[in-house]
């Protein structure tokens, strides 16, 4: 799943009405994925520090299980192996 889709799961399972969960397990993909989306908004949105010779330096923020934060869900990596 993207992060875009998965920000879509949310927005329409979630909505206003309902409470949003504090944490969110997802397989590997989908966390690869929101990670980069996290990636290219601090860099498409000039919040970085450039380190010459090094790369972008950004601040992401990480929520108490060491998961990374979308829409103020942590995102929690599945430990499930899934074989295609």
């Given at each position: 799943?993207?992060?875009?889709?998965?920000?879509?799961?949310?927005?329409?399972?979630?909505?206003?009405?309902?409470?949003?969960?504090?944490?969110?397990?997802?397989?590997?993909?989908?966390?690869?994925?929101?990670?980069?989306?996290?990636?290219?908004?601090?860099i498409?949105?000039?919040?970085?520090?450039?380190?010459?010779?090094?790369?972008?330096?950004?601040?992401?923020?990480?929520?108490?299980?060491?998961?990374?934060?979308l829409?103020?869900?942590?995102?929690?990596?599945?430990?499930?192996?899934?074989?295609?």
């Open positions: 799943m993207t992060a875009n889709e998965l920000r879509n799961y949310f927005n329409n399972t979630f909505g206003i009405d309902n409470p949003w969960p504090k944490t969110f397990e997802v397989d590997a993909e989908t966390y690869g994925n929101c990670c980069q989306a996290a990636f290219d908004w601090y498409s949105n000039y919040l970085y520090n450039m380190i010459p010779g090094i790369g972008y330096k950004i601040n992401l923020t990480i929520g108490q299980n060491k998961g990374l934060m829409k103020n869900i942590e995102l929690i990596l599945s430990n499930k192996v899934v074989v295609k």
